[in-house]
Nanobody, 125 residues
Framework: QVQLVESGGGLVQTGGALRLSCVAS????????MGWFRQAPGKDRECVAV????????AYADSVKGRFTISGDNAKKTVYLQMNSLKPEDTAVYYC??????????????????WGQGTQVTVSS
């Protein structure tokens, strides 16, 4: 069983930056693909970024392209989401996600195998 623990959320002003971290433990980490989702109040959970270990392939939602960067440290079993030029509409709970042997495309939340507990990101205007 894989456990995911996020950190790094908080309150930031419009135009600011935050970096989220997700540490994975348990299971066969080398087979996992990792992603970040977010869910704003009253909205569906949406995938914002995905990374495939080993190949370094990434994918992003159109709403965050050019502003967010997903990266990972295999040795530390940690995936990061660097968020720059934040906007009020980026306000949401951000969740780390993992799937075994998934591809580099924007995932559907129904396809996720493992979830973190979530971390709140609030962008003030």
């Amino acid at each position: 069983q894989v456990q995911l623990v996020e950190s790094g959320g908080g309150l930031v002003q419009t135009g600011g930056a935050l970096r989220l971290s997700c540490v994975a433990s348990g299971g066969s980490f080398s087979s996992l693909s990792m992603g970040w989702f977010r869910q704003a109040p009253g909205k569906d959970r949406e995938c914002v970024a995905v990374i495939i270990w080993g190949r370094g392939s990434t994918a992003y939602a159109d709403s965050v392209k050019g502003r967010f960067t997903i990266s990972g440290d295999n040795a530390k079993k940690t995936v990061y989401l660097q968020m720059n030029s934040l906007k009020p509409e980026d306000t949401a709970v951000y969740y780390c996600a993992a799937r075994p042997f998934a591809g580099a495309y924007v995932w559907n939340s129904n396809d996720v195998s493992y979830w973190g507990q979530g971390t709140q990101v609030t962008v003030s205007s």
